[in-house]
């Protein structure tokens, strides 16, 4: 379970700037919008946070930054060598801080246990490390690290509660990777609680990023998870009355017809011998018994990408991941937007607790019969250019306050605000 992310020196974000999923103490949609922490001492944690912003405002690079930090985590020991450059992006419109590092920290609940866990970097080498574990509630320093630049060399300190070889993995942690990947790819075990939140429970779909329909066609080969797919597509109203597989191998026949030979066959040594999944969505038909069976390309972009949430949507609400998603009204119908959301709001469907936070332009959520006014978050750029991220709640807007229209009239920020053009 995420309680916040934070985020300073990257991208279009130059301040530390956080988002965070703790509850305040309003009461509306309680039950249906937060759940309580399983941690003793914490506020209630929300199941959901939109952002809103104007183009280019960093909606995005707050999606890529929580992203990065993913990836570092689990690659930063075994998919560089030392003295190869860590592709982190600083704020570039400030000379002073393109050689300063770029940090990231984020307060998750794992397997009933608070953790703080955070790291700086810049181009060169990781600059600082941290960890910190509240079991029962109080605060343990489980590691720190710090680089000393007159010295050249890493500051390093080891809480009595961190147990095991500290020395050995220590001294295998090169400067471009993370303590947290070096110790977990030599088996230290307590740390996999951490690792593991980041691995299994924390997903993210980047801006441009496409699902693609392979796992949704996966899940169609059980009949009980193809059966909830079913319902997943006839409850956002598409009708359809079945949805059928065929395994086909590759030929080169599929290929089109007015495509260059030389790439033909470069694609035919590519996938020859390899089986691909044609997947068919059957509709009803209205002058007769028989459906109608579509390939799945052939249906509507909105269908399409549907189908290709309705497996991953499914398994982050039956697992109680944390989903972050860009764009996720891009070729969605509004309607289906708040399908989706409202999936996450219903503890039914929703039973341990998933977590969405995304991006959109659609305003039409902004409607406080769906979400509550802790969970709405506003980014726009300063006078440094630089992103700010901040909550509807910092404008204090009464309880059924018409939020979409003063959105749009301004009254929170966040809006663009186009030019006339003239020839």
């Known amino acids: 379970m995420l309680i916040e992310f934070s985020v300073t020196n ?6 530390t700037q956080s988002l965070t999923l703790a509850a305040n103490t309003a009461t509306e949609l309680q039950e249906e919008n937060t759940f309580p922490s399983p941690v003793s001492n914490l506020p209630r944690l929300l ?3 939109v952002v809103y912003g104007p183009n280019a405002a960093g909606k995005s690079n707050l999606i890529q930054a929580i992203g990065f930090m993913k990836r570092f985590v689990l690659s930063s020991a075994k998919e560089s060598q030392e003295g190869e450059k860590i592709n982190v992006t600083p704020f570039l419109f400030s000379e002073e801080n393109r050689g300063t590092p770029s940090e990231f920290e984020v307060l998750f609940i794992q397997a009933g246990v608070r953790y703080q866990y955070g790291f700086a970097v810049n181009s060169q080498r990781v600059t600082g490390e941290w960890l910190f574990a509240y079991p029962e509630g109080r605060v343990q320093k489980w590691f720190e690290r710090n680089h000393d630049p007159e010295s050249q060399k890493d500051v390093w300190y080891f809480g009595p509660k961190l147990t095991g070889r500290k020395k050995v993995w220590q001294e295998a942690t090169r400067s471009n990777a993370l303590f947290l990947s070096t110790a977990i790819q030599l088996n230290n075990e307590q740390l996999k609680p951490v690792f593991n939140w980041f691995d299994h429970k ?15 066609a996966g899940e169609c080969e059980e009949e009980d998870k193809k059966k909830k797919i079913l319902e997943f597509m006839n409850a956002a109203d598409l009708s359809i009355t079945d949805i059928s597989l ?18 033909k066959e470069e694609i035919g040594r590519e996938f020859e ?15 007769s018994g028989e459906g109608i ?4 390309n052939e249906e509507s972009a909105g269908t399409r990408k549907l189908f290709a949430l309705a497996g991953p949507w499914l398994d982050v609400l039956d697992n109680g991941f944390i989903l972050f998603v860009d764009e996720l009204d891009t070729s969605l119908h509004p309607l289906l937007v708040r399908f989706l959301l409202n999936l996450f709001h219903n503890s039914e469907t929703n039973p341990n607790n998933a977590q969405l936070i995304f991006a959109t332009h659609d305003t039409t959520i902004l409607d406080q019969t769906l979400m509550r006014r802790d969970q709405v978050w506003f980014i726009e750029k300063d006078e440094e250019n630089a992103s700010r991220l901040y909550p509807l709640s910092d404008y204090r807007p009464r ?13 929170y920020g966040a809006l663009p605000f186009p030019g006339e053009l003239r020839f």
């Open 47 to 49: 199941r959901s946070a």
């Open 10 to 15: 990257y991208r279009s974000f130059l301040t």
């Open 293 to 296: 069976s579509l390939e799945l």
């Open 246 to 263: 065929e395994k086909k191998e590759f030929s080169m026949e599929d290929l089109p017809s007015d495509m260059p030979q030389k790439l």
């Open 399 to 411: 309880k059924g306050e018409a939020l979409q229209k003063g959105y749009l009239y301004g009254r």
């Open 202 to 216: 924390l997903h993210v779909i980047g801006q441009g990023e496409s699902i693609a329909p392979a796992f949704s």
């Open 273 to 287: 011998g390899k089986k691909f999944t044609r997947v068919f969505l059957m509709h009803p038909s209205s002058d």
